[in-house]
């Protein structure tokens, strides 16, 4: 052969093996998992897919209500020892008054 012929050998020899390889099929444009497959039909191997699961409903109870009874005003409370105890009724500083207890009602005075 001549060398003409070798090199348009060569080049015809290239240019089918090229064609193969754009004519052979190709894999479909799919992602990657990060499993591995064995057989036929695949198994994927890999970690779960991952969900988005929304929070759960929760209703806080409201705040506890505190109930503050406003400070008596002077003459509005009698003191009768270790017992302060409100008035029904206003009455001047320094009278008598008295106060419940557990074993009965015990004097004091108004302040």
Not at 28 to 53: D, E, K, L, N
Request: glycine share 12%.
């Amino acid at each position: 052969m001549t060398t003409t012929r070798k090199t348009m050998a060569r080049a015809a020899f290239a240019f089918l093996l090229v064609g193969a390889a754009l004519a052979a099929p190709s894999p479909a444009h799919a992602w990657w998992r990060g499993g591995f497959f064995i057989g036929f039909p695949p198994v994927y191997v890999g970690p779960p897919p991952a969900y988005y699961y929304p929070p759960p409903y929760y209703y806080a109870p409201p705040p506890p209500v505190v109930y503050e009874q406003p400070a008596p005003a002077a003459g509005q409370s009698c003191y009768a020892g270790a017992y302060v105890c409100p008035l029904n009724a206003p009455s001047p500083v320094g009278g008598p008054c008295s106060c419940p207890t557990n074993t009965g009602r015990t004097g004091g005075k108004v302040g």
